[in-house]
């Protein structure tokens, strides 16, 4: 699984993104890849009601969401054998490009004829909780 993966994941509170929603691809000369993300679903529009959201897979040692720490990311790097401040700056970019790209999407999806209030609601809390860990990673940087 990439990092960028369980970043995104993260930022989204993608709790389903189990080991088995990630699939390798077997290329030429035995090349491996990650295949594209599926079955990528954000438990935002739950949280109300359900305080205790956790990831199917541990971030840093964590599952729950609430716990979950910019440091427990840089433990994640470590575990990886990845660098902690590439693994911010990966949470940090991607957490400033989710905003733009959830309006783009429901423009897009406004412009096919659909709309629904869920959806809105769905863009206005994946821009607030990327607002929220683009605070908290920075802060710590």
Request: hydrophobic share 40%; charged share 25%.
């Amino acid at each position: 699984m990439s990092i960028q993966a369980v970043a995104f994941n993260y930022l989204i509170l993608g709790t389903d993104a189990h080991a088995k929603n990630y699939s390798l691809l077997l290329g030429r000369n035995q090349q491996v890849r990650l295949a594209r993300l599926y079955d990528i679903a954000s438990f935002l529009p739950y949280v109300d009601r359900y305080k205790d959201c956790r990831f199917a897979m541990k971030i840093g040692g964590y599952y729950k969401d609430i716990q979950i720490q910019s440091r427990h990311f840089d433990k994640l790097a470590r575990t990886c054998e990845f660098s902690a401040q590439t693994m911010r700056r990966i949470v940090i970019d991607m957490a400033e490009q989710i905003p733009d790209a959830a309006d783009r999407v429901l423009r897009a999806m406004s412009d096919k004829g659909v709309s629904h209030q869920v959806v809105n609601n769905l863009v206005e809390l994946l821009k607030k909780r990327a607002s929220e860990k683009l605070k908290r990673f920075s802060a710590s940087q």
